[in-house]
């Protein structure tokens, strides 16, 4: 015996007591629950797609400076003669770009921080955002600390 179905009866009484509106008929299935929109779509956090944006162009920033500056040194090595008043040029253009480079990655990482910290928002760009910028800044830190150890050996 199903305990989930009604009882089988014939009366007429009972088929009639299945057709009142708001009674419980225990033969019909039931609608399905309907999902719901969520009302919790949330905006993507402003300073999160700052920080992104940030990130993507520091990053972008390295590259092209560094590809400037080994074209420049590779044809400052092929030439021997004027090497040294090229090179001064050279390497000061690499450290001023890094150093505003890195700058600008200290920036994105405390607007990222500012990004995670709004309430009723997204935090994907704010969390990619600073980790990038964090781990362009924790480069940065190993370049410096390299060549001041390589300095120091001289």
Do not use: C, W
């Not at 015996?1 to 009882?7: A, G, L, R, V």
């Not at 309907?34 to 779509?41: A, G, I, L, M, P």
């Not at 920036?107 to 362009?136: C, S």
Request: glycine share 8%; aromatic share 10%.
């Amino acid at each position: 015996m199903d305990y989930n179905s009604p009882p089988k009866s014939d009366s007429q009484e009972a088929r009639q007591d299945s057709l009142f509106p708001g009674q419980n008929d225990l033969s019909k299935p039931e609608v399905p629950y309907t999902y719901q929109t969520n009302k919790r779509d949330f905006k993507h956090s402003g300073p999160g797609i700052a920080s992104f944006v940030i990130a993507l162009v520091t990053f972008i920033g390295y590259a092209i400076t560094f590809v400037v500056v080994g074209k420049q040194a590779s044809s400052i090595l092929s030439e021997s003669n004027s090497g040294i008043n090229e090179s001064a040029g050279t390497f000061m253009f690499l450290g001023l770009t890094v150093l505003i480079l890195a700058a600008v990655n200290v920036i994105g990482a405390v607007v990222g921080i500012i990004g995670l910290t709004l309430r009723n928002r997204r935090k994907v760009f704010a969390v990619i955002g600073t980790i990038i910028n964090a781990i362009i800044l924790l480069l940065f830190m190993l370049l410096i600390s390299t060549i001041l150890v390589n300095a120091g050996s001289y």
